[in-house]
């Protein structure tokens, strides 16, 4: 899709796999996955995506593998095996300090034994060889640990050896060897692979020795070829900062998030579905000596308010993930979604990919079982903390709040099986207490992060990013966290009741009327998608414009003119990262919709113009100089009056570029538009106009308009309506108080409202006839289907072409619509 002019160094006497065996050091491109027990699992992947990923333009920076003979020649010769052995021995898994005591007894016996001289040898002149090959003296080289038992698609070992970066000269290399050797003995090395049933005694460590790129004058982060909270398999989740990644990796920064949909990655639109601005206030970069080969240094504000990546780079990345993940689920026979890190180099802007490895978590779940969960939030408690949701489950405990991981176990202050760990962030060191933790709190940190990475792995829920959880909580708290509300995860004071419910897809009837959805919140989009449904048959603006945007659309375009130098500023930052206050608008409502568009792609997706009432849009951020105050704004100023109006054109056509954006520019025209309060047909003939105006035309790219069907003047004229749109959907909320004369908001005449009035069925059923007479599509959107059986088998009975539900319905639906059906 993008020219690569990138050539990775070859060595220039490739060595034969039968005579690599004996081998202490090998080339990158002489290794493949078949070399595992000898190089590793991060070595043989970079070997194997040198050797047949570049053809594709993967560019992969070149070196070598010191292999597992180089470790067990040195452990053995050194006579550190015994002594390795007892002190494992001594560990009492439940005990954390004899895990502490005896980790560090064996990293300090291997980091002090000298380093035997042949092997050194064969090392030293590797690196020398390569640094020729890139024209240098002496390269600046990665080193990187590489156990056998790593990166494999049934256990992830990422993070729990060391890497070493800009490691300069012979002397440093042979120490960053060692360090890595030693590195297997972590604690949480140690306490992983025994929770995984692996002895550390059989497990080798590989290292390899990579040319560095220098993204600490570039960018550089992790990608992922999934969601990686939902599983969602068609996108590219990539997370990137300024500098070297260890900051993504670590949670100290929270990085710029992008998510690319990856079957319209070839197909000349730009399916960036959304860009989150992060907050990359430092930056790791080259340290100045031998002693401090890296160092945190401040980004620059201007830096801080822009994306790390543009949109060519983005999507280039995007492209060699789906690249690898294709190759790689070739070679294995089944889907592999990968993991992987990549960079910049500030100097060329060239992008590299400088690991890759199998996903771990989603790959391994059973697709055709799905498992929810609900909060029983019947008291509407508010969050008293927001952050980044990892996963989608829910759990409550006590906090405990640490911040050394030294200074409480060594005052006795421990961590309680069942705690909640509260902290500024993680680093795999923290890995033992994680492993009995009920869930985790961090300040920072991105869906990538150390903390976030382990909690999918370890299946239990975890907020990062919150900023400051550990100011805000103390210790000994009972609090419930939640990650099953959406892509934001809220904590909450006090324990809270939930449901877990599992469903066995495999089990469901097939039916033949069309099953959609409603869907407000495009972070569960993805989630959704994989519930049984013929698309989207109600998304809602609103959603987005409350959650994603804040501010009321006018507010935006004429802030500067009201002199209130409060909303500017709130304003003013909301819009950091876009263009302007408009481009703002129109950006953050296309990625909501796109989102939601492309989670349940090509199945169509309805999305509803914005429906606020007056009263609703006050409470958006600078909503009341522009609203009405309405007696009964349930009638009153809404949906289609609002669009040709002179005083919300200009708000409306941002909702109509909006479209545009997500239809011509990502390519989703899976997307159909809908209207909603349209009293008459000579305002449906003026909002169309109004649409035409502002380059949304009816027809356009196979573009469809439909009309919610909610007033009775709808049905009465819907021979009339239908000649100008596509679809109505019925909107049996409002069609019911306004057939039966009543407000649904008032508990007075409560007992009185009943969608299943028998003047509301008959309405119902005209409509239906109507729409088969005229051959224009009809379905149902409202609250109806999702609350009785029975007002679904009336529709299906009536030959209603879709019903759309909430998505915590859609199994009782299913059945219901079957029995119907029968």
């Given at each position: ?90 560990i ?45 003296e ?165 830096l ?29 026979g ?51 903390i ?50 009995i ?14 903390a ?40 909450y ?31 569960l ?22 959650n ?45 919709i ?65 479209i ?5 520019e ?51 004229m ?19 108080q ?22 509301v ?62």
């Open positions: 899709m993008i020219e690569n002019t990138f050539t990775t160094p070859k060595f220039e006497e490739p060595i034969n796999p039968s005579q690599m065996s004996d081998k202490i050091v090998i080339p990158l491109e002489s290794v493949d996955l078949d070399s595992i027990s000898l190089v590793g699992g991060k070595s043989a992947s970079l070997g194997e995506m040198i050797v047949n990923l570049s053809k594709l333009g993967v560019a992969v920076p070149g070196g070598f593998a010191v292999t597992t003979n180089a470790y067990f020649d040195f452990i053995k010769k050194s006579g550190l095996e015994p002594f390795i052995k007892n002190q494992l021995a001594t009492d898994f439940n005990d954390l300090i004899t895990l502490r005591r005896a980790g560090q007894k064996i990293r300090q016996a291997i980091s002090s034994t000298r380093f035997p001289q042949e092997l050194s040898k064969e090392i030293i002149d590797s690196y020398l060889e390569l640094s020729k090959k890139y024209n240098q002496q390269t600046d080289v990665a080193v990187r640990s590489s156990a056998t038992a790593e990166d494999l698609p049934d256990a992830s070992f990422a993070g729990q050896q060391e890497t070493y970066l800009n490691v300069r000269g012979p002397a440093a290399l042979i120490d960053a060897v060692r360090n890595c050797f030693a590195s297997l003995f972590t604690d949480r090395g140690i306490s992983y692979r025994k929770s995984l049933g692996y002895d550390s005694l059989d497990v080798g460590l590989s290292v390899v020795v990579q040319k560095m790129v220098r993204s600490d004058l570039g960018t550089s982060g992790v990608a992922f070829s999934l969601d990686t909270e939902s599983g969602f398999k068609d996108v590219v989740v990539i997370n990137g900062t300024y500098g070297l990644g260890e900051m993504v990796v670590q949670g100290a920064v929270s990085p710029d998030e992008f998510i690319v949909f990856k079957p319209l990655i070839e197909s000349g639109f730009t399916p960036i579905i959304e860009k989150k601005l992060g907050v990359k206030d430092k930056m790791m970069v080259y340290g100045e000596s031998s002693d401090e080969r890296t160092k945190i240094i401040r980004v620059e504000k201007r801080q308010q822009q994306f790390c990546l543009n949109d060519k780079q983005i999507l280039q990345l995007a492209d060699w993930v789906q690249k690898i993940e294709h190759y790689y689920s070739e070679k294995k089944k889907w592999c979604p990968m993991d992987t890190e990549w960079a910049v180099d500030g100097e060329t802007q060239e992008l590299y990919i400088v690991q890759a490895r199998p996903e771990t978590v989603h790959s391994q779940k059973d697709s055709q079982r799905i498992i929810t969960y609900e909060l029983d939030n019947s008291e509407h408690k508010k969050p008293i927001k952050g980044i949701a990892v996963g989608d489950k829910i759990a409550s405990g006590e906090v405990n709040i640490l911040f050394s991981l030294d200074n409480r176990l060594i005052k006795g202050n421990g961590f309680k099986e069942g705690d909640i760990l509260v902290t500024d962030m993680t680093d795999p060191d923290w890995e033992p207490i994680m492993k933790a009920s869930a985790i709190v961090t300040n920072k940190g991105g869906r990538t992060c150390h976030a990475i382990v909690a999918r792995e370890m299946g239990i829920p975890a907020i990062v990013g919150c900023g400051n959880a550990t100011e805000r909580l103390a210790n000994g708290q009972l609090i419930t966290i939640s990650c099953a509300e959406g892509s934001e995860g809220h904590v004071d006090g324990k809270i009741p939930f449901k877990e419910e599992q469903v066995d897809l495999s089990k469901l009837p097939a039916i033949k009327t069309n099953l959609m959805f409603n869907v407000g919140s495009p972070g989009a993805f989630q959704f998608s994989q519930l049984p449904n013929k698309g989207v048959g109600l998304a809602r603006e609103e959603f987005i414009i409350n994603y945007i804040k501010v009321h659309p006018l507010a935006l375009l004429q802030h500067q003119t009201l002199k209130d130098h409060q909303l500017s500023s709130t304003i003013k930052e909301l819009i950091r990262g876009h263009e302007n206050e408009a481009a703002y608008f129109v950006n953050q409502l296309a990625y909501g796109g989102k939601i568009a492309s989670a349940f792609y090509p199945e169509a997706v309805i999305v509803r113009f914005s429906d606020f009432k007056s009263n609703e849009y006050r409470n958006l951020l600078g909503g009341k100089y522009f609203e009405p105050e309405e007696e009964n704004p349930m009638i009153g100023w809404r949906g289609a009056s609002r669009y040709y109006a002179p005083q919300y054109k200009p708000a409306f056509e941002l909702e109509c570029k909006a545009l954006k997500v239809r011509k990502m390519g989703l025209k899976n997307v159909i538009v809908m209207i909603p309060f349209c009293r008459t047909v000579e305002e449906l003939k003026q909002v169309l106009e109004t649409m035409n105006e502002f380059g949304l035309r009816r027809g356009d790219d196979g573009l469809k308009v439909f009309l919610m069907a909610e007033l009775p003047s709808n049905i009465l819907a021979e009339e309506f239908a000649s100008y749109i596509d679809g109505f959907s019925i909107g049996s909320n409002d069609l019911t306004l057939t039966l004369g009543l407000d649904r908001d008032s508990s007075l005449v409560a007992s009185i409202y009943n969608e299943q009035n028998p003047a069925l008959r309405l119902i059923e005209q409509l239906i006839k109507t729409s088969k007479k005229a051959n224009v599509k009809v379905g149902i959107c409202g609250q109806g289907p999702s609350d009785f059986p029975e007002f679904t088998k009336f529709l299906v009975e009536q030959g209603i072409d879709s019903i759309s539900v909430t998505p915590d319905a859609v199994i009782k639906t299913i059945m219901a619509i079957h029995e119907a059906e029968k």
